[in-house]
């Protein structure tokens, strides 16, 4: 029963550490409609601006947070003015998909010229330490994360519900042309939306890097974990997206544990596989304006 | 060259020299070097340029972007080492690994084309994933992450070698099978049925064609062909491990050439292998681990650079520079050759479609409600009724785009028997051809193209069908813009473009939803004459419209159609006057005006 508990407990750290990367990915796929696949990328390049700040400056990771936060929203918010706002007409979708696989490579493989193959450890500063909750072991890291991932989903839900410009970046949303009629400026809430999205997953870089080393490739197991955890909470909901987080990261400890470890991202994908069949909308998602990017 | 048609025979004749000098070039150069580094160039750049176009098949011709190719290549490329370690010769494995593959494909793709875009991508990289897991998983059969190496046993029957030079020349045979296979699919009518499906898959059912057979055929050539590189390049590289078979980035690269060449053209692939394969090897020799990332980095730019300023790729650019002087196409449009119309009123022949008690709900809306009615031969139907009546969902019904919850639809077969089709295809099949409310042309396609869709319905040979096409296309007026692309049409155009490719199937029972909606008086004048010619060949037309001079002066009968329910039927001046119908379309004030 231990065991159990405490497998449980590392899934739900685990899904906390998923939603934190998938709440940006989600955001921006409902709001600008594009699949963001640099999106692991951003968590990589945060990563190592975290980790060069907090070992340039000796700081604690989680403060730097205060600086890559913002790098990640100017980051994103060029993405979308030039890569992805000249494109928003196009009229094959592949030009978009290729438009971020593109920038996806480039990033990657700018990361492996500059900091060639080897793994960056970000000091941790005490947030590998562990705690006990009651029988269960748990890093303070981890908690902090999790803590995080709540924090953001409902500050994002209030800003979107009850701001000014939260409204604006929904209307644009459910109808481009209408929002555009009662005098929202559509490109710039996409370029913010884009820029927020991206922000959120640099404030997810912050505190992860001192849990996980840096690579140049971390950024693609997240981010293919993190569409998974869209899908599954239906793309573009925000608390869809963290729920279906904590039921990925459970799925991945439990078969983790009972099938095989090497064995757990062929059943994460697999369910994966099987929502998008079968039920695209995912398992929390409402119906939403998917016109021109589904059947 | 797959416009060939709308570009000069020189230019045309041009196009093949500069291929056929490149494809020698790849033999050639590295025989006239030869060095080794320069040899491991070109083989390279065949491999890439082999895999891109087999690739293409799916992700160009039929527009199904996949990210995960690498599954092929390394079924391919596993099967052949796993051969060849039992002492099955590579020429033998290569076809074990393309059989896998195809049933790989199958079972990946089926399921999976429904969805679009950016989902199939990520469907298909969900995929490598999990092949890739699994090939690590199952060490006994692939070694697992310690990768597998094959038995040094040289010679052709082993497809390993000590030279270079045999290497080469098997990789460029398989380039050349790769190209031979993704240009006659092109020029062939499956090419076309897969270009016409990427580009409006309703608008290509209901011309007749089998999307998802299409579909399933172009992927199965395409991982056999992958499959069989995936093979040769095994032996080539003479040790593989799941992490560089069934690698997202190199699926990715695969994709990335074809798309930078020009995607579903038939030799952009070749060109993107061959601009940027040495690009990589380069950095690799010449750098070496120094430059480690240098060459994703550069591919990663290049592609975004080329999405953003041509789309088209390198084949848009040869285009650009190749194509005629753009005709300017007239504003004034050709006459049709419309049959004067005969005096007498014919007499309407037997049956040809019955529908009985048609029912349609969604979700709490009734939207069709016992809808019943007959179709004779050589008749005009004109179905009317106010905006949201439900009259495009009972053609939705009549062409099976919509499965009615209760009620049925027979129609007479050429055989003589009563027959109840279901799919779009059995429709089309029987005869019965349809057109949309919202004009839907294959926009990539020329107006010759366009027709030519419909036309193979009757004539599977291209060259048939092209006759077919044009005639189709004089008769209606469209014979001046047969080289255009659809797009480039105005909305009159269009209608009839979707009339033509209709009328190209030749059908017996002609649907046409508002064919006259938005076009101008002349247009209209000129529709109403057509209908009547197509019907003095014997077709029966179920006509919804709008514009009602053209209703009135061409239904031989007329249905009236208000909130699902058929409220008056008959002659059209009988109609118009009836006081349900009245009220329908202008409210109970009006019934006695």
């Given at each position: 029963?231990?065991?159990?508990?405490?497998?449980?407990?590392?899934?739900?750290?685990?899904?906390?550490?998923?939603?934190?990367?998938?709440?940006?990915?989600t955001l921006i796929f409902g709001i600008v409609k594009v699949i963001?696949?640099?999106?692991?990328?951003?968590?990589?390049?945060?990563?190592?601006?975290?980790?060069?700040?907090?070992?340039?400056?000796?700081?604690?990771?989680?403060?730097?947070?205060?600086?890559?936060?913002?790098?990640?929203?100017?980051?994103?918010a060029?993405?979308q003015r030039?890569?992805i706002q000249p494109l928003m007409s196009a009229r094959?979708e592949?030009?978009q998909?290729?438009?971020?696989?593109?920038?996806?490579?480039?990033?990657?493989?700018?990361?492996?010229?500059?900091?060639?193959?080897?793994?960056?450890?970000?000091?941790?500063?005490?947030?590998?330490?562990?705690?006990?909750?009651?029988?269960?072991?748990?890093?303070?890291?981890?908690?902090?994360?999790?803590?995080?991932?709540?924090?953001?989903?409902?500050?994002l839900q209030?800003f979107m519900k009850k701001t000014r410009t939260g409204r604006a970046i929904r209307a644009t949303a459910q109808n481009r042309a209408a929002a555009r009629l009662m005098g929202i400026n559509d490109k710039f809430i996409y370029i913010l939306t884009f820029g927020i999205g991206?922000?959120?997953?640099?404030?997810?870089?912050?505190?992860?890097?001192?849990?996980?080393?840096?690579?140049?490739?971390?950024?693609?197991?997240?981010?293919?974990?993190?569409?998974?955890?869209?899908?599954?909470?239906g793309l573009g909901s925000i608390?869809?997206?963290?729920?279906?987080?904590?039921?990925?990261?459970?799925?991945?400890?439990?078969?983790?544990?009972?099938?095989?470890?090497?064995?757990?991202?062929?059943?994460?994908?697999?369910?994966?596989?099987?929502?998008?069949?079968?039920?695209?909308s995912?398992?929390?998602g409402t119906r939403m304006n998917l016109s021109h990017v589904s059947p | 060259?797959?416009?060939?048609?709308?570009?000069?025979?020189?230019?045309?004749?041009?196009?093949?020299?500069?291929?056929?000098?490149?494809?020698?070039?790849?033999?050639?150069?590295?025989?006239?070097?030869?060095?080794?580094?320069?040899?491991?160039?070109?083989?390279?750049?065949?491999?890439?340029?082999?895999?891109?176009?087999?690739?293409?098949?799916?992700?160009?011709?039929?527009?199904?972007?996949?990210?995960?190719?690498?599954?092929?290549?390394?079924?391919?490329?596993?099967?052949?080492?796993?051969?060849?370690?039992?002492?099955?010769?590579?020429?033998?494995?290569?076809?074990?690994?393309?059989?896998?593959?195809?049933?790989?494909?199958?079972?990946?793709?089926?399921?999976?084309?429904?969805?679009?875009g950016?989902?199939?991508?990520?469907?298909?990289?969900?995929?490598?994933?999990?092949?890739?897991?699994?090939?690590?998983?199952?060490?006994?059969?692939?070694?697992?992450?310690?990768?597998?190496?094959?038995?040094?046993?040289?010679?052709?029957?082993?497809?390993?070698?000590?030279?270079?030079?045999?290497?080469?020349?098997?990789?460029?045979?398989?380039?050349?099978?790769?190209?031979?296979?993704?240009?006659?699919?092109?020029?062939?009518?499956?090419?076309?049925?897969?270009?016409?499906?990427?580009?409006?898959?309703?608008?290509?059912?209901?011309?007749?064609?089998?999307?998802?057979?299409?579909?399933?055929?172009?992927?199965?050539?395409?991982?056999?062909?992958?499959?069989?590189?995936?093979?040769?390049?095994?032996?080539?590289?003479?040790?593989?491990?799941?992490?560089?078979?069934?690698?997202?980035?190199?699926?990715?690269?695969?994709?990335?050439?074809?798309?930078?060449?020009?995607?579903?053209?038939?030799?952009?692939?070749?060109?993107?292998?061959?601009?940027?394969?040495?690009?990589?090897?380069?950095?690799?020799?010449?750098?070496?681990?120094?430059?480690?990332?240098?060459?994703?980095?550069?591919?990663?730019?290049?592609?975004?650079?080329?999405?953003?300023?041509?789309?088209?790729?390198?084949?848009?650019?040869?285009?650009?520079?190749?194509?005629?002087?753009?005709?300017?196409?007239?504003?004034?449009?050709?006459?049709?050759?419309?049959?004067?119309?005969?005096?007498?009123?014919?007499?309407?022949?037997?049956?040809?479609?019955?529908?009985?008690?048609?029912?349609?709900?969604f979700g709490?809306l009734?939207?069709?409600?016992?809808?019943?009615?007959?179709?004779?031969?050589?008749?005009?139907?004109?179905?009317?009724?106010?905006n949201g009546?439900?009259?495009?969902?009972?053609?939705?019904?009549?062409?099976?785009?919509?499965?009615?919850?209760?009620?049925?639809?027979?129609?007479?077969?050429?055989?003589?028997?009563?027959?109840?089709?279901?799919?779009?295809?059995?429709?089309?099949?029987?005869?019965?051809?349809?057109?949309?409310q919202i004009?839907?042309?294959?926009?990539?396609?020329?107006?010759?193209?366009?027709?030519?869709?419909?036309?193979?319905?009757?004539?599977?040979?291209?060259?048939?069908?092209?006759?077919?096409?044009?005639?189709?296309?004089?008769?209606?007026?469209?014979?001046?813009?047969?080289?255009?692309?659809?797009?480039?049409?105005?909305i009159?155009?269009?209608?009839?473009?979707?009339?033509?490719?209709?009328?190209?199937?030749?059908?017996?029972?002609?649907?046409?939803?508002?064919?006259?909606?938005g076009?101008?008086?002349?247009?209209?004048?000129?529709?109403?004459?057509?209908?009547?010619?197509?019907?003095?060949?014997?077709?029966?037309?179920?006509?919804?419209?709008?514009?009602?001079?053209?209703?009135?002066?061409?239904?031989?009968?007329?249905?009236?159609?208000?909130?699902?329910?058929?409220?008056?039927?008959?002659?059209?001046?009988?109609?118009?006057?009836?006081?349900?119908?009245?009220?329908?379309?202008?409210?109970?004030?009006?019934?006695?005006?």
């Open positions: 029963m231990d065991t159990f508990l405490q497998i449980v407990a590392n899934g739900l750290m685990l899904g906390g550490l998923f939603a934190i990367v998938a709440v940006g990915l963001n696949f640099a999106h692991g990328e951003f968590l990589m390049v945060g990563m190592y601006l975290s980790f060069l700040l907090s070992t340039g400056l000796d700081v604690h990771p989680y403060l730097t947070a205060a600086a890559v936060a913002p790098a990640l929203f100017v980051l994103g060029l993405t030039l890569l094959d592949h030009v998909i290729f438009a971020t696989v593109g920038l996806s490579t480039a990033l990657m493989n700018l990361a492996l010229l500059i900091f060639g193959a080897d793994i960056a450890n970000t000091p941790a500063h005490g947030v590998r330490s562990q705690v006990m909750l009651g029988e269960v072991r748990i890093l303070t890291g981890q908690l902090w994360v999790l803590a995080a991932a709540v924090a953001l989903v409902i500050g209030l991206a922000a959120c997953v640099g404030l997810g870089s912050s505190l992860i890097a001192p849990l996980y080393p840096t690579s140049p490739t971390i950024g693609t197991y997240f981010v293919l974990i993190a569409f998974v955890c869209v899908v599954l909470g608390p869809g997206a963290f729920f279906g987080a904590l039921v990925i990261g459970l799925v991945d400890a439990l078969s983790g544990f009972y099938i095989g470890s090497d064995l757990r991202e062929a059943v994460v994908f697999t369910i994966f596989l099987l929502i998008l069949i079968l039920k695209p995912g398992l929390f | 060259m797959t416009r060939a048609s709308d570009t000069p025979m020189t230019a045309h004749r041009l196009g093949l020299i500069a291929v056929a000098v490149l494809l020698a070039g790849l033999v050639a150069v590295p025989v006239a070097v030869g060095d080794q580094f320069v040899y491991h160039i070109f083989i390279t750049i065949c491999i890439f340029a082999a895999l891109s176009t087999a690739w293409n098949i799916v992700g160009g011709y039929a527009g199904q972007l996949s990210l995960g190719h690498a599954i092929f290549y390394g079924i391919g490329g596993y099967a052949g080492v796993i051969l060849v370690n039992l002492g099955i010769s590579p020429w033998i494995g290569m076809f074990a690994g393309a059989a896998v593959a195809v049933v790989a494909a199958i079972v990946v793709s089926w399921p999976c084309f429904r969805l679009h950016p989902f199939f991508a990520l469907a298909t990289i969900a995929f490598l994933e999990v092949f890739r897991v699994l090939a690590l998983h199952f060490r006994e059969l692939t070694g697992g992450a310690t990768g597998l190496m094959i038995p040094l046993k040289i010679g052709w029957e082993w497809m390993v070698f000590r030279e270079r030079l045999p290497a080469l020349l098997i990789a460029f045979g398989m380039l050349l099978v790769c190209l031979a296979v993704a240009w006659a699919i092109r020029s062939h009518r499956l090419g076309f049925y897969l270009v016409a499906t990427r580009e409006r898959e309703s608008a290509a059912k209901a011309a007749g064609v089998g999307t998802v057979k299409v579909r399933l055929m172009a992927v199965a050539v395409s991982a056999a062909l992958s499959a069989m590189v995936g093979t040769f390049h095994a032996m080539y590289l003479t040790f593989i491990e799941p992490e560089s078979m069934f690698s997202l980035q190199f699926s990715i690269q695969i994709a990335m050439f074809a798309l930078i060449g020009g995607i579903g053209t038939v030799w952009g692939p070749l060109l993107g292998a061959m601009l940027l394969v040495p690009i990589t090897e380069f950095a690799r020799g010449a750098l070496g681990s120094e430059a480690i990332g240098l060459h994703g980095f550069v591919y990663g730019v290049v592609l975004m650079l080329v999405v953003l300023f041509l789309p088209n790729g390198i084949m848009g650019l040869v285009h650009r520079f190749t194509a005629a002087p753009g005709k300017t196409v007239g504003e004034q449009a050709a006459p049709v050759a419309a049959a004067p119309r005969s005096a007498e009123p014919r007499e309407a022949g037997r049956e040809v479609m019955r529908v009985e008690g048609l029912q349609k709900h709490g009734h939207v069709t409600n016992d809808v019943g009615f007959t179709l004779r031969e050589g008749e005009i139907l004109g179905v009317i009724g106010p009546a439900g009259k495009t969902t009972v053609f939705n019904m009549l062409s099976g785009f919509l499965k009615p919850d209760e009620g049925k639809v027979s129609v007479l077969s050429p055989s003589g028997e009563w027959q109840q089709p279901v799919t779009p295809g059995d429709f089309a099949s029987i005869g019965v051809g349809r057109t949309f004009v839907q042309p294959f926009a990539a396609m020329t107006v010759e193209e366009n027709i030519m869709v419909g036309a193979f319905h009757r004539h599977p040979h291209v060259g048939d069908a092209r006759e077919a096409a044009r005639e189709t296309a004089h008769r209606m007026g469209l014979g001046p813009y047969l080289n255009a692309e659809a797009s480039s049409l105005t009159g155009g269009l209608k009839r473009l979707e009339v033509a490719r209709v009328m190209a199937m030749e059908p017996r029972i002609l649907l046409l939803d508002e064919v006259m909606a076009i101008n008086q002349t247009d209209v004048r000129r529709a109403v004459d057509l209908m009547l010619s197509i019907r003095d060949t014997g077709v029966s037309i179920i006509a919804i419209e709008h514009v009602m001079q053209a209703v009135m002066s061409l239904s031989d009968r007329v249905i009236v159609i208000n909130s699902g329910q058929i409220i008056a039927q008959g002659d059209p001046h009988d109609v118009v006057r009836d006081a349900h119908v009245i009220e329908a379309y202008l409210g109970k004030d009006f019934t006695h005006a």
